[in-house]
């Protein structure tokens, strides 16, 4: 008993503390006014009453605003509720302080404490009831819901939960419609499922920086996980890629271009995501075909490009990378020297034959599977 009394007079030095704004020198209607709060915030601690407590601390708040602090006045104004509600010290039987706790609950200030503040908050609740939208039809603000939201979450106004629940539904809704489709079909689902409350406070969460409530629903937790068509199906076809060997195309000495479709795939990936947490862009391609076959053309490119200068410089040049390049040309001519030698062809005149026919003839064999492919490539970047 009396370990429960200590713990409820230990509350004395917060009622010190938190009224500590009492003025020096009150008048004697102020410092009635001051006890009278005081026993009312006593009794809502005595008595563990958390509406009375919230009722007390709001009337404190604007009844005593403008007076200064004083920290031994407000020990002394404890001190007197205290010897009141404990007249035997730790004596007195809690039976009797939870009594007298009662009366002062019971008694026409604390009543009328309590019955301000459930008109503060039914002011509060009207005041926030409407969906607000400006002249230009844009969704609610972020200052509007977040008003909102500390309504339907305070314990204070219980009553009004199912009402401000409709009310935060209809906000979310008519600020959704900016979303992407799949967007939208999401987040009304889960404004309309029984873990709405959830989904509410994570908006809430990133309404805390004000601005434009549709933006915010689009970076709220949930939207951001939500997955596009095209982000599901690219997924899909990497699982499959990765795990299937796949056809390496014409150029198979150069790249792979089952490896480069996966390379594609994963840029389109990004791209994808990238579009799906950027909800209010509307410049996103929404097909995985296209965002595919747009990534993979630009990585080919890239390859081509780079594939017809090395082969165009080999054609050049092939000396520099082939030092049997001389032996190999003269080998391949050797057929058309001997053609010239039995036409009778001998000396200069035989000399010039084979540096205008032979040799260039030769060349253009050597070099012909290098030409092959060239012309295929300058076909692809083409195409």
Not at 24 to 31: F, K, M, R, V
Not at 133 to 162: L, N
């Amino acid at each position: 008993m009396k370990a429960q009394l200590k713990q409820l007079r230990n509350w004395g030095a917060v009622i010190a503390c938190g009224f500590s704004i009492f003025l020096s020198g009150c008048t004697s209607s102020e410092h009635e006014q001051i006890i009278s709060i005081g026993k009312c915030a006593k009794a809502a601690n005595y008595l563990e009453d958390s509406s009375l407590r919230a009722a007390t601390e709001y009337r404190a708040k604007i009844a005593l605003k403008d007076v200064p602090a004083n920290p031994r006045y407000a020990m002394e104004v404890a001190q007197e509720i205290r010897d009141e509600a404990e007249p035997y010290g730790s004596s007195t039987s809690i039976v009797d302080v939870l009594k007298v706790a009662l009366e002062w609950k019971n008694s026409s200030y604390c009543k009328q404490v309590e019955a301000d503040f459930a008109t503060h908050i039914a002011e509060r609740v009207k005041s926030n009831l409407p969906v607000i939208a400006d002249t230009t039809g844009d969704p609610a603000s972020c200052q509007k819901y977040v008003a909102q939201v500390d309504i339907y979450t305070s314990r204070h106004a219980k009553k009004y939960h199912a009402q401000m629940g409709q009310v935060l539904q209809a906000t979310l809704n008519a600020s959704a419609g900016r979303l992407k489709d799949f967007q939208m079909d999401a987040v009304k689902h889960k404004i309309n499922s029984t873990d709405f409350g959830e989904f509410a406070l994570d908006v809430y969460a990133q309404c805390q920086a004000g601005g434009a409530l549709s933006e915010k629903i689009g970076t709220s937790q949930f939207v951001q996980k939500l997955q596009s068509p095209a982000t599901k199906e690219i997924n899909s076809f990497l699982t499959e890629a990765r795990t299937t060997k796949g056809d390496c195309g014409e150029f198979p000495q150069d790249y792979c271009a089952a490896d480069f479709m996966i390379m594609a795939a994963e840029r389109a990936l990004q791209r994808s995501v990238q579009c799906d947490r950027n909800p209010l862009e509307k410049n996103c391609t929404s097909t995985s075909d296209i965002l595919i076959k747009q990534e993979f053309k630009a990585l080919e490119n890239e390859k081509l490009v780079s594939m017809q200068e090395k082969y165009e410089n080999y054609i050049a040049h092939p000396e520099k990378y082939n030092y049997n390049t001389y032996s190999n040309i003269h080998a391949i001519a050797d057929k058309c020297k001997r053609g010239a030698i039995d036409k009778g062809l001998r000396d200069g005149a035989y000399s010039d034959y084979v540096a205008a026919n032979c040799m260039p003839q030769a060349r253009i064999a050597f070099l012909k599977p290098q030409q092959e492919i060239l012309d295929r490539i300058k076909a692809r970047l083409s195409s």
